[in-house]
């Protein structure tokens, strides 16, 4: 595998994260997070991935159906994105207000979402198909990378929604979070893995139908923020 491979896939599964992630960070301009630990985040979030592989592997060979194998898969890398954010976002003082969960754990599931980009281009570009490159691209920013996003945004609100409960309950929420987190992104991948367009069509809807209902939610946050907050202030 040659530099120039190397380089293909590195750019071609950072390209849509960061896309994404722009996008993002517009949403929180009135109030931007430090630029230093956004970029540590969706880092966090890539160094996830190669602590996946290897339980992930565990699991297919240990476990039979596809429905448990994608659910373990669903779970471990769930789990892995929130607890590289508890262990090195969310505890910073730069998290001080709720709609802060939500943007961290959205910029490491982008981070994680990056690297399993690039190992998925790998193989297409290596072997000179650019155009099946492209296109598995293209699929997964429309798909997989916001699937990644829906599932940690769902983390990120349960912690937002109870950050001014007590320790327990907030503890109970995250496990709500974490257990929605994986039943969606395990009711993806099933319906992804299935034949048939219609199949593909469905988990495709389910995504952006959780995308804007979760853009609703963040907006209700904001609006909690920043309702009395003087204009031009954070």
């Known amino acids: 595998m040659t530099l120039t491979t190397l380089g293909y896939a590195f750019l071609g599964g950072l390209l849509p994260s960061l896309i994404w992630l722009y996008f993002l960070l517009k949403e929180d301009a009135r109030c931007p997070e430090p630029r230093a630990l956004i970029a540590f985040a969706f880092v966090a979030g890539m160094a996830a991935v190669p602590l996946a592989l290897p339980l992930e592997q565990y699991s297919k060979t240990h476990l039979s159906g596809d429905v ?100 327990l309950a907030r503890s109970a929420a995250a496990a709500f979070g974490l257990i929605l987190a994986v039943v969606l992104h395990t009711a993806f991948n099933l319906l992804i893995i299935k034949q048939g367009a219609s199949t593909a069509l469905t988990a495709f809807f389910l995504v952006w139908l959780v995308v804007v209902i979760f853009f609703a939610a963040f907006e209700v946050l904001k609006y909690f923020r920043y309702r009395n907050l003087p204009t031009n202030t954070c």
């Not at 373990?72 to 976002?89: N, P, Q, R, V």
């Not at 198909?129 to 990378?145: E, H, K, V």
Request: hydrophobic fraction near 60%; charged fraction near 15%.
């Open 68 to 167: 448990s194998v994608l659910a373990a898969w669903a779970l471990i890398e769930e789990t892995l994105k929130y607890a590289m954010a508890a262990a090195f976002i969310l505890w910073r003082r730069a998290v001080d207000e709720a709609p802060d969960y939500v943007v961290y754990m959205l910029t490491v599931a982008l981070g994680f979402a990056s690297a399993e980009n690039m190992l998925f281009l790998f193989a297409p570009i290596a072997s000179g198909n650019f155009a099946t490159g492209i296109f598995t691209g293209d699929l997964r920013f429309l798909g997989s990378t916001l699937l990644h996003v829906v599932a940690s945004a769902a983390i990120g609100f349960a912690l937002a929604f109870s950050a001014k409960m007590r320790p």
